[in-house]
């Protein structure tokens, strides 16, 4: 809190101090900094145990009013120059920020007494002491000389200089993230959830098994706010935690009991409005999870393969349940597993889906192994939100032909898994998808692509992922992308012959799964 400190004004030197010190002190210079939106005048805290407030009186103490009358002695004791700060834009969304209302004033009261030059393209004064400083400090205009300021630059710093230069020059004269691949991994085992997460993410898994590099430090400031309502994110998180509650056993009002008793929804009716959409789309959801498996409980099948090259792949296949069926003499077994997500059902679910199919297969090809990922579509139907449903049914012929296939797909995910742990692929789940059904259905190929890499006011496009910015040394464009050609060996058996590496791994990693899923958008 600003308290009064001893000072040695008048000696020349460059004093630092509050507020309250300042009164009609007379300087040559003063700044005041900081003057953010939330900062100043002070927002005073109101005690529950402080009587004064109970029956206020004329007089009382008001910190916003000291902090206006002090913001005045402050400008009336500054004799050459007046210098004010405050954040112009957001540090995390670079959404810009008014200032606070005493600078807003200031700044009204200079327009409406300052003139203007003669030829000013700027009909406001304040647009002629206002400087707008870039949030970073590799920033060119940082180091442009009247930009902003003066007719010299305004940094000094050779380090940031360096990085405006590499910031702002042409992607062509920009080096390659790596010289050369890295070493493949020398393993004999192969993990199948590691397997899954490159197909999910393949630069994301690359940067972080490969050089420990994560894109966000996950860690976030707690909210003390009251909550009016739910973004996105929240909403998913209510509605996956009420979606698992539901495939346990539990039931709706319990369910809602539990996210109630968390304390993170807005308080009484607030929450209803939000709470009813969520509700009816896991309602739907669950609905279509227990109708595809039979109503039976899950469980998890551990898989123990021997790849086509020696190798084996390990892991654990969650949420399989099993049917039984009479079959001439006999009976089959059968085994579906069953994924319901409350996300919207994507890319990366159905390759995920394809990995567990092919390895369940493969480990146990005795069984007729099928996979149904169950997920949110697009829009509303009459009945409620529309459910998107990707089946993979079980492979065809006897017990040896079903592993010989899965065995043969499996081969194709591993070795792409290989490449894209020595380097970044060219590899990206939505735009490739996209890439693929273009081709398949004859569409155009560049604007299918574009529509989900380029970001635009609604949507965030791959381009932006903070991985890809990464490796690519920027937001890169879809000429960019299609332009780079394959490798050498990145051709042969069960290559395609496109001269453009991103459609040819595209081709390499979607085209078996297309050819065997089957997707249904239930009315």
């Not at 003669?118 to 400083?133: E, I, K, Q, W, Y």
């Not at 707690?222 to 509605?239: F, M, R």
Request: proline residues 7%.
């Amino acid at each position: 809190r600003g308290r009064p400190t001893r000072a040695n004004f008048r000696t020349g030197d460059l004093t630092f101090c509050t507020l309250v010190p300042m009164r009609s002190v007379p300087h040559r210079v003063i700044g005041l900094l900081g003057l953010d939106e939330d900062a100043f005048p002070r927002h005073a805290a109101h005690d529950g145990d402080d009587l004064l407030l109970a029956e206020p009186y004329v007089g009382d103490r008001d910190a916003r009013s000291e902090d206006r009358q002090l913001l005045l002695d402050a400008l009336l004791a500054a004799t050459d120059h007046l210098v004010v700060t405050y954040e112009g834009r957001d540090p995390r969304t670079n959404q810009e920020r008014p200032p606070c209302v005493p600078i807003a004033e200031l700044l009204d009261v200079i327009d409406r007494t300052v003139t203007v030059p003669d030829g000013s393209p700027h009909r406001l004064a304040r647009a002629h002491v206002v400087v707008d400083h870039p949030l970073q400090s590799f920033d060119w205009r940082n180091f442009s000389a009247g930009q902003l300021t003066g007719d010299h630059p305004w940094s000094f710093d050779p380090v940031d200089l360096a990085g405006a230069r590499a910031h702002v020059q042409p992607r062509r004269d920009r080096q390659p993230f790596l010289s050369r691949p890295l070493e493949r991994v020398d393993t004999q085992v192969v993990q199948l959830d590691a397997l899954v997460r490159f197909l999910e993410h393949p630069v994301k898994a690359f940067l972080r098994e490969r050089l420990g590099w994560y894109g966000t430090s996950g860690t976030g400031q707690v909210k003390d706010a009251l909550p009016v309502e739910l973004n996105q994110l929240e909403q998913w998180g209510v509605g996956d935690r009420m979606l698992d509650a539901l495939l346990g056993g539990s039931t709706m009002e319990k369910a809602r009991a539990a996210e109630v008793a968390r304390g993170l929804l807005p308080p009484g009716a607030l929450a209803g409005h939000q709470l009813y959409d969520i509700e009816r789309a896991v309602t739907s959801l669950a609905a279509a999870a227990r109708r595809r498996s039979g109503g039976g409980a899950p469980g998890s099948v551990e898989v123990n393969v021997r790849l086509l090259d020696g190798r084996t792949l390990v892991g654990t296949v969650p949420e399989v349940h099993e049917t039984s069926a009479a079959e001439g003499s006999g009976t089959a077994v059968g085994s579906t597993i069953v994924r319901c997500l409350y996300s919207r059902l994507g890319p990366k679910h159905r390759l995920a889906a394809w990995a567990r199919f092919l390895a369940l297969s493969a480990a146990h090809p005795e069984r007729e192994v099928s996979a149904v990922t169950i997920g949110r579509g697009m829009g509303e139907s009459r009945q409620g939100p529309r459910i998107a449903i990707a089946e993979l049914p079980a492979l065809e012929g006897a017990p040896d032909e079903r592993q010989a296939a899965a065995l043969t797909e499996l081969a194709v995910l591993v070795d792409l898994y290989d490449r894209g742990m020595s380097e970044p692929l060219p590899l990206y789940v939505k735009t490739s998808e996209k890439c693929v059904e273009a081709l398949r259905n004859d569409r155009n190929l560049r604007s299918e692509c574009k529509g989900v890499w380029d970001s635009t006011t609604y949507v965030f496009g791959e381009a932006a992922d903070a991985e890809h910015v990464l490796v690519l040394g920027g937001i890169a464009t879809i000429d960019e992308l299609l332009a780079e050609p394959a490798h050498e060996d990145e051709g042969g058996p069960g290559w395609t012959r496109e001269r453009s590496r991103f459609v040819r791994l595209a081709r390499r990693l979607w085209e078996p799964l297309l050819a065997h899923e089957h997707r249904e958008y239930p009315k």
